[in-house]
C-alpha cells in the first residue's frame, strides 16, 4: 500500500508534534506515525489526593499499584516515576523494536504514543546564547521558537528570581506554584543568606500549568504527580496531538514503527510495520521529518544512509541523587496539598569556565513512595519503615545534572545483510567525573550546611550513564545534517529531535528539543509555500 | 492436524494410571469413543461414549475390543500404557512382553491402523533396571507399518500420580534426599503436552517413525527438577546428597527383602541412574508441539496453591510491620506475584518462619540493581502494604509527631541496628 502527504512526521513526542504545529497551521498535509495505540492513558483522572490516598481511606490498589500491578514489574529501581507510570512500550519491547543493544547504559525509551512526554517531570529551561554557540542556528530564531512553544505549552515560574534570566526572562510565564512547607523553608533561608557565588537558587520552571490555559487545566496540587498528574495539567505532548486532531489537513496512523527509510522518485519512502510486525506498508512523500527520539532517529538516519560500522558519540547530563534533610521541619506533618515535582532549582558552578555547572531540581520528598525512599537505606526493613516515617516529612530529594560534556557515550551503528540497521550503545563518563561528583557533593554539602539543611549522608546516588534519559547530539547540525534539519545526501528527510542537538549544558533539553523542531518545521513549512 | 472424523474410536489399556486417566478424559471430550481394556474404570465411567472390557494383563486379550459392535466402529488406534510392576516370573517370560506380543497380535490381525506403545527415555537392553529392558525388549516387537514405540521423558504436572506423584511426596516428607547421579539429566514433558502428542499420534495420516521421543529436547538435571518442585510446593530448599551407586544398589537389594518394600521405587531408583537423553526436537515438531519449560507447570500450580506464597507474605508483613497482616494484603501479595509471572516461593530459614523479627539478622544491605531475591521480595511487600489501610498509616505521617517522638525513634532504631548490623556485615562478608 501506496499513500501519500506533502509531510510525513515520524513520532508523536514533543519533537514530532512541536514540528507539527507550524506545517498544520500552514495549511500542510501532515501524516504523522506513532508507534502507541494513540489513546490518552486517563487512569489518574479520578484519583484522589496523594495525602487522601495515604490516609489508608482509598485503600484502591490501581491508584498505587497500576493495572494488573504493571507498576510492579519494572521494580528494578531506576527512577520512582518510571517504576509507578511505566510509559506503553518501556523497557525490552523498546530495545527489541528498536534493535538496540547496550552496555554500561540504561536505555529510556517508550513507543506509546506520546513518547517519553508521557512520563515527564516538566522541568523546562532555555539554552541561553552562549550555551548555543556551538549551533549552527541564528540565537534569535531560536529564541522566536522558545517563545511560540512556551505560549502554546503554558509554563510556570518565575522569571525575577536570581535564576529567571538564566531559565529565560523573555519567555512567558505563569506565576509559580506554591512551595511546600519543607521547600520552602529552605528557599527562605537562601532569601535570608542572599546567595553564594558558586550557587544560585530560583523557582523551577516547569510545563506545568498553574493556571487554565489554551483549555488545559491548571494544577490541583494533588501530590500524587509521580503516578501520573490527574488534571493533565503537566504537559504532555498528549494535549498538542489532540488539539492538532482538531485540524482537517492533520492524520494521526497509530501502531506502526517504522522499518526503513529510502529514496523513492519524488522524495522518501518509508516502511511501517505494526507493532505485532504482522503488517507492513509503505508511504511516500516529499518531506520525512524525523522526530522519533534521539535513538530510534539515529538509527533510522544510519540506516537511510547505509552507514557501515559508524560511530558516533551520544551526548546525556550525567545525574546524581541526593536527599536533603530539612532539620527545622523534624516532627511535623507531611503536606496535604502540593505539587510533587521540581519546586526549586539552582545552580552550581563547578569551576570558573562558563557552563562548566551543575543544573539541579528540588522536590519534596512526600511526592515519592516511602518505599522508594526507603529502598537504598543499608538498614533493616523494619528500621527503614520506622525512620522514613520519621524523617521523610523533612526530607527533600535533590536530582542534578552535569553538561554534556561529561558523557562518554558512544554509539555503534552497523546495517546488516538484510538491511537492517542494529544499534550498539556503550555508555561512559568521561575520566575525572567521581572526582567531579565528590568536589561537587562536597560543596554542596557547606552550601546547604549554610541554608540549615543537611545532605543526609549515604544518600547520594550516581545514575548509571543513559538514566538520566536526556539523549542527544548523535548526527549534530552543520555535519551530515544541515542548519535546517535537512540531511545533506537525502534531501527531502529532515530531522528534528534531540538527534541533531550540537551541545547540552547541564539544563534539560526537552524545551529546546520542541523550540528546534518548532524552528525546523516553520523552515519546512515556509520552503513548501515557496516551492 | 485437526480431526478427520471426530467420532473415531481408539482402545487405550491403562486407562486408570496417571497417562490413561487424563488421556480417556480428553479423548472424550474431543468426541473419541474410548473402549478402556483393564481392570478399573478410571476417569470415563458412565460417558456414552466409553466402556470398559476387563482385561488382566496375565490373561489373553478379548477380540471383542477390537470388533465392531452397535456403538463402537472399527478402531483406529490402540494406546497401550498399561505396565504390570510386580511380575512373578523371571525377565524372559515378562508378563508386559507376553501381553503387549498378544495385544499386538490381535492388532494385527483385526487390521488396525495405529499400534502406540508407551515405552520410556530407560528403554535399553543394558538398562540397570528390569523395567528399561523389559520395554526395550517390547519396542522389538513393533516393525508393521503404524505400530510406534513412544519414548517418555519425565511426564509431570496434573493430578500427583504416578511418578510426578511420588516425586511431589518425596520432597515434600525430607529436607535432604540422597540420591544416586543427581545430576542425571532427565527431559521433562507436561502431562497434557503428552496426551496431546498421542492423540495427535493415533490420528495423524502422515508416516511416523517406529520410534518417538516425547521430551523437552534441552534436558534438565534431576537434582534441578526436584529442588524447583520443593521450592515451588513448600517453599523450602532440598538438600540433594549424592551416593554412590553401589551403595545404592545394596541398599535396594536389602530393602528388597522386606515384604513392604515398594517394587516400583526399587525400578526408578535404578531406572535413573542409567539414563540417557534423546534428541527430541523433530519428533516435537512433527507433532506440532511445542513444549513449555518445566518451571511453567509449577507457576501455574501457584495460582491453585499458593500456600508457600501466603505464608511468605505474611512473614515478611510481620517483619516489616511488627503485626499480622490482613486477609486483603495477602491476597494481593498472592495475587501480584502471580501476575507479573514471578510466583517463586523464597527459601526462608525455619527459625525466621517461626520468629520474622530475626530476619533482621540476614537481611543483606542494599545492592545495585535491585538487591537479592530476598531483598526484591520485601521491597514488594511494602510496595502491596502501601495499598492497605492498616500498613499505610505505619509508613506515612501526616499528623506531626513533634521532635521527641521523632527523637526516641531515631535513637530506637540506632539501637536496633547495633544489635544486628554486626550479623549482617559478617555474613556479607562471609558470602
Redesign the interface.
Known amino acids: 500500500m501506496t499513500a501519500h502527504s506533502d509531510v510525513i512526521i515520524i513520532g508523536s513526542g514533543p519533537a514530532g508534534v512541536s514540528a507539527a504545529w507550524p506545517l498544520v497551521e500552514s495549511g500542510v498535509q501532515v501524516l504523522l506515525f506513532d508507534a502507541g495505540t494513540g489513546a490518552f492513558d486517563d487512569s489518574a483522572v479520578s484519583r484522589p489526593d496523594l495525602?487522601a490516598?495515604?490516609?489508608?481511606?482509598f485503600?484502591?490498589?490501581q491508584?498505587?499499584?497500576g493495572k494488573?500491578?504493571s507498576?510492579?514489574?519494572q521494580?528494578?529501581?531506576v527512577s520512582p516515576k518510571l517504576r509507578t507510570m511505566p510509559p506503553d512500550g518501556y523497557g525490552e519491547e523498546y530495545l527489541a523494536a528498536n534493535t538496540l543493544q547496550t552496555e554500561n547504559f540504561r536505555m529510556i525509551g517508550a513507543l506509546g504514543t506520546a513518547g517519553l512526554s508521557a512520563v515527564w517531570g516538566g522541568a523546562v529551561a532555555a539554552f541561553d546564547a552562549n550555551e548555543m554557540a556551538k549551533y549552527p542556528v541564528p540565537y534569535d530564531d531560536m529564541k522566536r521558537s522558545y517563545g511560540i512553544v512556551a505560549e502554546r505549552i503554558g509554563l510556570s515560574g518565575s522569571t525575577n528570581d536570581d535564576l529567571g534570566a538564566y531559565l529565560g526572562e523573555y519567555l512567558p510565564v505563569q506565576p509559580a506554584l506554591p512551595l511546600s512547607p519543607a521547600v520552602e523553608r529552605l528557599y527562605a533561608a537562601y532569601g535570608r543568606f542572599g546567595g553564594f557565588p558558586d550557587l544560585t537558587m530560583g523557582r523551577a520552571r516547569n510545563a506545568v500549568l498553574s493556571r487554565d490555559h489554551n483549555g488545559a487545566r491548571a494544577c490541583s496540587l494533588n501530590g500524587g504527580c509521580m503516578w501520573g498528574c490527574p488534571t493533565g495539567a503537566v504537559y504532555s505532548s498528549y494535549r498538542d496531538l489532540e488539539a492538532l486532531r482538531r485540524f482537517p489537513n492533520f492524520k494521526n496512523v497509530n501502531g506502526r514503527i517504522i522499518t526503513k527509510i529510502d529514496r523513492a522518485d519524488h522524495g522518501i519512502r518509508i516502511e511501517a510495520k505494526s507493532r505485532n510486525g504482522a503488517e507492513t506498508s509503505i508511504y511516500e512523500s516529499g518531506s520525512v521529518v524525523l522526530a522519533a527520539g534521539t535513538l530510534a532517529s539515529s538509527r533510522l538516519v544510519a540506516q537511510a544512509l547505509k552507514l557501515q560500522n559508524q560511530t558516533t558519540r551520544l551526548l546525556t547530563t550525567p545525574g546524581i541523587a541526593f536527599v536533603l534533610l530539612q532539620p527545622s521541619w523534624?516532627?511535623?506533618?507531611?503536606p496535604?496539598s502540593f505539587y510533587g515535582m521540581a519546586q526549586l532549582c539552582f545552580r552550581h558552578a563547578l569551576s570558573s569556565r562558563s557552563g562548566d555547572e551543575l543544573f539541579g531540581l528540588i522536590y519534596d520528598a512526600a511526592g515519592v513512595?516511602?518505599?522508594d525512599v526507603?529502598?537504598?537505606?543499608?538498614?533493616?526493613?523494619?528500621?527503614a519503615?520506622?525512620?522514613?516515617?520519621?524523617?521523610?516529612?523533612a526530607m527533600l530529594i535533590c536530582l542534578a545534572f552535569f553538561p554534556g560534556e561529561y558523557s562518554s557515550n558512544v554509539i555503534n551503528l552497523n546495517t546488516n545483510e538484510h538491511g537492517e540497521t542494529e544499534m550498539k550503545i556503550k555508555g561512559g563518563n568521561r575520566a575525572g567525573f567521581d572526582l567531579a561528583i565528590r568536589e561537587a557533593v562536597r560543596q554542596l554539602r557547606k552550601r546547604f550546611l549554610k541554608l540549615g539543611a543537611l545532605i543526609l549522608p549515604g544518600s547520594l546516588t550516581v545514575l548509571e550513564p543513559g538514566a538520566d534519559s536526556h539523549y542527544g547530539g548523535a548526527f549534530p547540525m552543520g555535519e551530515r545534517i544541515g542548519a535546517d534539519g535537512e540531511v545533506t545526501e537525502m534531501p527531502g528527510l529532515y530531522v528534528a529531535d534531540g538527534t541533531v542537538l550540537n551541545a547540552l549544558p547541564a539544563k534539560n533539553l526537552t524545551f529546546t528539543i520542541m523550540a528546534n523542531a518548532d524552528r525546523i518545521g516553520r523552515n519546512l513549512s515556509r520552503k513548501l509555500k515557496n516551492a | 492436524m485437526p480431526l478427520e472424523n471426530p467420532t473415531q474410536h481408539i482402545v487405550v489399556t491403562g486407562a486408570s494410571g496417571y497417562i490413561g486417566a487424563s488421556l480417556v478424559e480428553v479423548l472424550l471430550q474431543q468426541g473419541f469413543y474410548v473402549t478402556a481394556l483393564g481392570r478399573s474404570r478410571g476417569n470415563g465411567s458412565g460417558h456414552p461414549h466409553f466402556r470398559l472390557i476387563e482385561w488382566d494383563l496375565t490373561a489373553r486379550p478379548p477380540a471383542e475390543a477390537f470388533a465392531v459392535s452397535a456403538r463402537f466402529g472399527k478402531p483406529i488406534a490402540v494406546i497401550h500404557l498399561a505396565h504390570k510392576w510386580q511380575s512373578n516370573s523371571c525377565e524372559e517370560i515378562d508378563e508386559n512382553y507376553q501381553a503387549t506380543q498378544e495385544l499386538l497380535a490381535l492388532s494385527r490381525s483385526c487390521g488396525i491402523a495405529k499400534f502406540i506403545f508407551a515405552s520410556s527415555m530407560s528403554a535399553r537392553h543394558d538398562a540397570l533396571n528390569r523395567y528399561g529392558r523389559v520395554k526395550a525388549r517390547i519396542e522389538e516387537l513393533l516393525f508393521g507399518p503404524g505400530e510406534i514405540a513412544v519414548r517418555i521423558g519425565m511426564v509431570y504436572g496434573g493430578a500427583e500420580r504416578g511418578l510426578w506423584g511420588t516425586l511431589c511426596d518425596l520432597v515434600g516428607r525430607t529436607p535432604i534426599l540422597p540420591m544416586v547421579q543427581p545430576g542425571t539429566l532427565v527431559q521433562p514433558i507436561h502431562i497434557d503436552e503428552t496426551i496431546t502428542g498421542l492423540i495427535r499420534l493415533a490420528t495423524t495420516h502422515d508416516g511416523t517413525k517406529p520410534m518417538m521421543a516425547f521430551g523437552a529436547d534441552e534436558p534438565v538435571p534431576f537434582c534441578v527438577c526436584l529442588r524447583e518442585i520443593a521450592r515451588y510446593r513448600y517453599g523450602k530448599s532440598l538438600k540433594i546428597i549424592p551416593i554412590p551407586l553401589w551403595l545404592a544398589l545394596t541398599a535396594v537389594k536389602v530393602a528388597g527383602v522386606l515384604p513392604f518394600f515398594p517394587a516400583r521405587l526399587e525400578q526408578r531408583i535404578l531406572g535413573l541412574a542409567g539414563l540417557k537423553t534423546l534428541p527430541s526436537q523433530s519428533d516435537m515438531n512433527f507433532l506440532g508441539l511445542n513444549l513449555k519449560p518445566f518451571t511453567c507447570a509449577l507457576h501455574d500450580d501457584m495460582k491453585r496453591k499458593p500456600r508457600p506464597l501466603i505464608e511468605e507474605g505474611r512473614i515478611l508483613f510481620k517483619y516489616g510491620f511488627r503485626a499480622e497482616p490482613s486477609c486483603r494484603f495477602l491476597k494481593r501479595y498472592v495475587r501480584a506475584l502471580t501476575a507479573i509471572g514471578d510466583p517463586r516461593p523464597l527459601v526462608l530459614p525455619a527459625m525466621v518462619k517461626r520468629w520474622p523479627a530475626l530476619m533482621a539478622f540476614i537481611e543483606p544491605f542494599p545492592g545495585k540493581k535491585g538487591g537479592n531475591e530476598l531483598q526484591r521480595r520485601l521491597r514488594f511487600m511494602l510496595h502491596i502494604a502501601e495499598t492497605t489501610p492498616e500498613a499505610v498509616r505505619s509508613l506515612y505521617d501526616y499528623r506531626g509527631r513533634g521532635l521527641f517522638r521523632i527523637s526516641f525513634v531515631v535513637l530506637q532504631t540506632a539501637l536496633r541496628e547495633a544489635v544486628s548490623f554486626p550479623f549482617r556485615l559478617l555474613r556479607r562478608i562471609f558470602q
Open positions: 495525602s490516598l495515604r490516609s489508608g481511606n485503600p484502591q490498589r491508584d498505587f499499584l494488573e500491578y507498576t510492579l514489574r521494580n528494578n529501581g523534624l516532627g511535623r506533618a507531611m496535604q513512595s516511602a518505599v526507603m529502598a537504598s537505606m543499608p538498614l533493616s526493613r523494619p528500621s519503615v520506622a525512620l522514613t516515617k520519621a524523617l521523610q516529612p
